[in-house]
């Protein structure tokens, strides 16, 4: 982490939606605090929330009750202070890379000189140099969730929030693109909230990992992750603290059966 300020603060959160004639809680009395610079992923049992928790930050849905506040300032919708990696890609099929890239740049009206340059920096970041203009259906799933990544970068967010951006990925793609990740923040120092159903995904790129409870989602617990980078998946330390998150969520998913 870069510092010790707070740049996304979640105050109270609860969200409903109505459901026949009464209410779906899906997520209730969640507070939590992030860091600048800082890396968060927040695992949870399916169906507790946690997409829900990243379409309210970004602005894609609004909190029943509570607030969210990035750099102190209450989110109210969605906003280019914000990047959103997806993990169905979300890329544009008729757009090439650039053009994807650029996306976002366009809409502010930057102007072309200045988007080029942009998204010329971001595809050198991403690994992508030489493939500028091709279309999505001419890249393998970890390029294309490459472009994902830096159309999100290229607004330049105070904060990155992906939503199990690696899922549809083979497990050697997802490995490696969890280390493209990692390489990417570090240069960047975004923070970045992740959403993941991975045990070992979270372990291996958080600062903390939150796990959240059954529906209604609420913070069951939160775990520090404290080593340096790279970390070692086979380590004695990686599979102790594997074990005790699986052991919360086995315990979560069990209590609520």
Same mark, same amino acid.
């Given at each position: 982490?870069? #510092?010790? !300020?707070?740049?996304?603060?979640? =105050?109270?959160?609860? @969200?409903?939606?109505?459901?026949?004639?009464?209410? %779906? /809680?899906?997520?209730?009395?969640?507070?939590?605090?992030?860091?600048?610079?800082?890396?968060?992923?927040?695992?949870?049992?399916?169906?507790?929330?946690?997409?829900?928790?990243?379409?309210?930050?970004?602005?894609?849905?609004?909190?029943?009750?509570?607030?969210?506040?990035?750099?102190?300032?209450?989110?109210?919708?969605?906003?280019?202070?914000?990047?959103?990696?997806?993990?169905?890609?979300?890329?544009?099929?008729?757009?090439?890379?650039?053009?994807?890239?650029?996306? #976002?740049? !366009?809409?502010?009206?930057?102007? =072309?000189?200045?988007? @080029?340059?942009?998204?010329?920096?971001?595809?050198? %970041? /991403?690994?992508?140099?030489?493939?500028?203009?091709?279309?999505?259906?001419?890249?393998?799933?970890?390029?294309?969730?490459?472009?994902?990544?830096?159309?999100?970068?290229?607004?330049?967010?105070?904060?990155?929030?992906?939503?199990?951006?690696?899922?549809?990925?083979?497990?050697?793609?997802?490995?490696?693109?969890?280390?493209?990740?990692?390489?990417?923040?570090?240069?960047?120092?975004?923070?970045?909230?992740?959403?993941?159903?991975?045990?070992?995904?979270?372990?291996?790129?958080?600062?903390?990992?939150?796990?959240?409870?059954?529906?209604?989602?609420?913070?069951?617990?939160?775990?520090?992750?404290?080593?340096?980078?790279?970390?070692?998946?086979?380590?004695?330390?990686?599979?102790?603290?594997?074990?005790?998150?699986?052991?919360?969520?086995?315990?979560?998913?069990?209590?609520?059966?």
């Amino acid at each position: 982490m870069d #510092g010790n !300020e707070v740049v996304l603060s979640i =105050k109270d959160l609860h @969200k409903s939606f109505r459901k026949g004639d009464g209410e %779906l /809680v899906a997520i209730e009395d969640f507070n939590l605090d992030i860091m600048d610079g800082e890396f968060v992923c927040v695992l949870g049992p399916s169906g507790c929330g946690k997409t829900t928790l990243l379409r309210v930050i970004a602005g894609l849905e609004e909190p029943t009750s509570g607030k969210i506040l990035l750099k102190n300032k209450e989110i109210t919708g969605p906003g280019s202070d914000r990047g959103m990696v997806f993990q169905e890609f979300g890329l544009f099929p008729w757009r090439t890379v650039r053009k994807n890239i650029e996306f #976002g740049l !366009e809409i502010r009206k930057i102007p =072309k000189e200045e988007r @080029k340059t942009i998204s010329d920096r971001y595809i050198d %970041l /991403v690994g992508l140099k030489g493939f500028e203009m091709s279309h999505p259906d001419e890249l393998s799933g970890g390029m294309k969730q490459r472009v994902g990544i830096a159309r999100a970068l290229a607004n330049d967010p105070a904060i990155l929030l992906m939503d199990e951006p690696f899922g549809a990925l083979d497990a050697q793609t997802r490995n490696l693109m969890q280390k493209e990740l990692l390489r990417i923040w570090s240069e960047m120092k975004k923070t970045v909230v992740f959403i993941t159903h991975s045990v070992d995904e979270a372990v291996f790129v958080a600062d903390r990992v939150v796990v959240m409870s059954a529906r209604p989602g609420k913070i069951k617990s939160i775990f520090d992750v404290e080593w340096e980078r790279p970390r070692d998946r086979g380590g004695v330390e990686f599979a102790s603290l594997r074990k005790k998150i699986l052991a919360e969520l086995e315990r979560e998913t069990v209590s609520n059966r």
